[in-house]
């Protein structure tokens, strides 16, 4: 059928005749070189740059890998597309007459490059793929191994997501070309006429027809054949998708996805053929319409196809739900347990029996001595009051941890010192300064978890700079920080310029970087390389470097690990270890996926590992990638495409692996999981009868999510104390605990998770009951009342929620912290509830020992003690006094010690 194009035009007036000019030579080619060979050269510089960085850390193998992988990747996916459209470049030119076959064949180039360029992101893919490691575990549906879904899916659909790419710019390439070098045939002109009333004579329509050959038609039939096959093995694989979609009650393929979407989509697999096979033979049978009508009837079977699977749904499986669907969800669950590493889950039940008293919290002494009493929150701030010495240090994170000291398992909470260049003065940040001189932090501060000063303030195990340590196991012998968490840009050592190492007095002292990291800056190519790289022109003119001066890049130790293996994912709470006297950060590492057939998806997760734990020298930057759970298919195929990167957990200082801690982040995953999916009773797990959650509970005023805490505990059944993770659970809708689940970190069982079960049939309090009884506690309420006023602000602290024998201990920090600018938080009572009874002291003993019937605690901190009071005269002697000196403390703006004195007199005067 030719192709008519109709169009008005004005005609005009003949122009003279012009006279031909000569065009002048064309110029600014060497403009363009000049831009190509900058890009060039910071392209390559880059390389270069990374390549020494890599080989610094011992590492050259893995960016080889990757950097190879890159560049045939998108090397072979260009010279495929140019082939490609090449090929059918040659044949227009065969078949029709290009006007000028450079400018096709220089888009042709064009696009070929940009589609290498972004195909060499998928580097990872083709890897992955040639080194699957099977899982032992097949889906139902489809019968295949899971490594078929996470390892290779993803190259079957790389690669035909390439093909229809190619195909596309091939048919639209050939489309223009023909229609380009297609004669027109000119026809008559004629006038128009609207009604009785004509139109201008200048103004009139050409009608122009543009013919295509025979061959430009069975060639334009021909590429839209091999779309058509690529269409059917589109639908062929979009069956495999079905395992993690979603609809209605389940997760993967339902009874829906079953019985209509699967045979749509294969009966769409062999129209599509049948439709590619009538394309690709119209040469012989030159019959349009066949071929359009063939192509149209798959859009025509797709979207009533997708019609009558929305109708199935509504109609039929949704009023019938439960029984069409329940093989689907026991798939659902079983698959959804293993992707989360929760098929194992020890599920105990805990009966409680109140029953506590002076003797079992004796036997439980070494869980009470390491109950953590400080909040990391107000704890930073006292950190960064007591501890930081000058603006530009910096407390970025308090980190919780266990140390042997002296034979003893004991928790503490850890903060390292860095250096913050950004709190220099403004004037301060130069080059020199941010570059050469400031360079890194120093030391940590180290504080036990319940321990509390006279004044509320924690007892420092590790302070000051250098720092000095009560304890040998906690020494520090390398406390300097070149890499962590708040150290970003890059330095160079070993330069002429003073090196700050840490105030002293009214002086500085100095240092010279003495580590293993940095790239030497020998020679004027890697001067000229880095210049490039990082920006910095002072790399190439500075006097103050020398030849042997180091350039240390990635100094964040997050930014290096992902630089080093970023086909991971990492926990955003890196935690720093003293161990040998040296400084180390370690971060949990995840190996992850989103195509686990018949698995609930989170954040556009369904599977994931904790599998290797990563470790980073604070002083000589090394990274090294310990492989901690060896049974996960995925590290293992890592593994396979990069040898040298990982070490089997044996590898790792046996000193290092007393500090593993299962990660925070994957245990609130595990938790939300758990909590709908330990419903395994398809019936239940439909109705959703008995979903779990985390509690809510007060931090200072705010309603807020309860997270999960570290603890040294003894678990029912262990013969020893352990460092794991709790959290409570409780049932969804309601505030009483229902459970409480655990995790490991002790390696010889690290991971294990535990769930302990209550009975249904009896009460056991969640945290926001608990915090409901302090608010309605009076003397609480009053206390708080009187510490509000006056520029005071209460801070209620972490609800703790201990396990201990058979029954529960609830624990709550209170903190009182002054309005003033740079006041300390001080941890002023401690609040313990155990069954029915509550009470507030000012520490944790003193409230276990009321609450277990020992001898009322006396004042430590007052400087008069309570007297006895046995007769109405004593008492209202007692009162008046202890009414003098809180007028006192309060003319003398101490509130804290108003209200203290304020709270002794309303004992008294309650015991008459």
């Known amino acids: 059928m030719p192709l008519t194009l109709i169009f008005i035009k004005q005609l005009s007036l003949p122009r003279p005749m012009e006279t031909p000019t000569t065009q002048p030579p064309r110029k600014g080619f060497g403009f363009q070189f000049v831009i190509l060979g900058i890009f060039l050269a910071a392209a390559l510089s880059k390389i270069y740059a990374d390549w020494l960085w890599f080989d610094s850390l011992g590492y050259l193998s893995v960016f080889k890998t990757v950097l190879f992988s890159k560049i045939l990747v998108g090397m072979g996916v260009a010279a495929l597309f140019f082939a490609f459209l090449a090929l059918n470049l040659f044949f227009v030119q065969k078949n029709a007459k290009l ?11 064009a696009v070929s490059i940009v589609a290498g360029f972004f195909s060499s992101s998928f580097w990872f893919t083709v890897p992955r793929f040639l080194n699957e490691i099977p899982f032992g575990f097949v889906d139902p549906l489809f019968k295949k191994d899971i490594g078929f879904y996470m390892m290779s899916l993803p190259f079957y659909q790389f690669l035909l997501t390439l093909a229809l790419i190619a195909t596309f710019a091939a048919i639209v390439t050939v489309f223009v070309a ?106 012989w049978h030159q019959k349009g319409r066949l071929l359009l009508g063939s192509a149209f009837s798959i859009l025509v079977l797709f979207f ?70 400080w909040d990391w929150r107000p704890l930073l701030t006292t950190y960064r009051q007591l501890q930081l010495f000058r603006t530009y240090y910096d407390f970025v994170d308090v980190d919780i941890d266990r140390y042997m000291l002296d034979g003893e398992m004991t928790q503490l909470m850890t903060s390292p010192r860095e250096m913050d260049q950004e709190q220099l003065d403004a004037k301060a940040k130069t080059w020199v300064n941010q570059r050469l001189a400031y360079t890194h932090g120093y030391g940590v501060v180290t504080s036990p978890v319940n321990a509390i000063s006279k004044e509320g303030l924690p007892d420092l195990f590790v ?69 490039i790289s990082l920006g910095s022109l002072n790399l190439m003119v500075s006097s103050a470097l020398k030849p042997e001066s180091k350039v240390i890049l990635r100094r964040n130790i997050m930014d290096r690990v992902r630089t080093l293996a970023p086909f991971m994912e990492y926990d955003d709470d890196p935690y720093i270890v003293i161990d040998d006297g040296k400084l180390y950060w370690m971060i949990d590492a995840y190996t992850y996926s989103s195509k686990f057939p018949y698995s609930e998806r989170v954040a556009g997760v369904n599977y994931i590992r904790n599998s290797v734990k990563v470790v980073v020298d604070a002083y000589h930057g090394d990274v090294a990638f310990y492989v901690i759970d060896d049974a996960d298919p995925l590290v293992n195929n890592y593994m396979a495409v990069f040898p040298a990167l990982f070490k089997p957990f044996s590898e790792m200082p046996s000193g290092l692996q007393q500090h593993i801690r299962y990660p925070e982040d994957l245990f609130q995953l595990q938790n939300f999981i758990y909590g709908t999916y330990h419903m395994k009773d398809p019936q239940v797990f439909y109705n959703k009868e008995d979903v779990w959650q985390t509690p809510q509970e007060i931090y200072d005023r705010d309603t807020v999510d309860m997270q999960p805490y570290y603890i040294i505990l003894k678990l029912p059944g262990e013969e020893k104390e352990d460092f794991i993770m709790i959290t409570p659970m409780i049932p969804r809708g309601k505030d009483n605990m229902i459970a409480w ?131 109405v005269a004593q008492k209202f002697a007692a009162a008046s006094r202890l009414y003098e000196e809180a007028q006192a403390a309060l003319q003398q703006g101490d509130f804290v010690l108003y209200a203290e004195k304020i709270e002794e007199m309303g004992r008294i005067l309650k015991q008459s």
Do not use: C
């Open 304 to 373: 009533g196809g997708m019609l009558v699977t929305g109708l199935v749904q509504v109609l039929y499986v949704d009023p019938n739900e439960f029984n069409l669907e329940q093989p689907y969800l026991m798939e659902n669950i079983k698959h959804t347990l293993y992707a989360y590493k929760l098929s194992d889950v020890e599920i105990l039940d805990f009966p409680v029996s109140y029953n506590l008293g002076a003797k079992e919290i004796a036997d439980n002494k070494q869980m009470i001595d390491n109950i953590r009493l």
């Open 463 to 531: 302070q000051d700079i250098p720092p000095k340590a009560k304890f040998k196991e906690l020494e520090i012998k390398e406390p300097r920080i070149y890499f962590g968490e708040q150290t970003t840009g890059f330095i160079v050592v070993d330069t002429k310029a003073n090196e700050f190492d840490y105030p002293l007095g009214n002086e500085n002292v100095f240092t010279t970087y003495n580590g293993t990291d940095g790239i030497q800056l020998k020679g004027l190519l890697r001067k000229a390389v880095y210049s």
């Open 99 to 109: 006007g000028n076959t450079k400018i096709y064949f220089s888009v042709a180039v």
């Open 741 to 871: 689940m655990s995790a490991s970190s002790d390696p010889d069982k690290y991971g294990k998770l535990e769930v302990f079960k209550f009975s249904k049939q009896e009460l056991i309090y969640g945290p926001m009951q608990i915090e409901a009884r302090i608010n309605q506690d009076t003397d609480i309420a009053q206390l708080f009342t009187l510490w509000g006023q006056q520029g005071s602000q209460v801070i209620r602290g972490n609800m703790i929620v201990i396990p201990i024998e058979n029954s529960f201990l609830y624990i709550e920090p209170v903190y009182l912290r002054a309005s003033a600018s740079g006041a300390l938080p001080q941890l002023k009572r401690v609040v313990v509830a155990y069954g029915d009874q509550l009470t507030m002291q000012e520490t944790l003993n003193d409230a276990l020992n009321v609450l277990f019937g020992a001898e009322k605690p006396q004042k430590k901190d007052e400087g008069a003690q309570t007297p006895s009071t046995d007769t």
């Open 178 to 283: 023909y229609l380009l070098s297609t004669k027109t045939k000119k026809m008559v002109k004629q006038t128009l006429q609207d009604g009785t009333e004509a139109i201008d004579a200048e103004q009139s329509i050409t009608k122009l027809t543009l013919q295509y050959s025979q061959k430009g038609k069975s060639h334009l039939a021909a590429l839209l054949g091999v779309l058509l096959v690529l269409f059917g093995a589109y639908f062929f694989i979009k069956r495999y998708s079905l395992l993690f979609g979603h609809r209605g009650a389940v997760y993967g393929a339902g009874f829906t996805d079953t019985h209509v979407v699967l045979p749509l989509y294969t009966v769409l697999v062999v129209l599509s053929f049948a439709a590619a096979a009538v394309s690709l033979s119209y040469a």
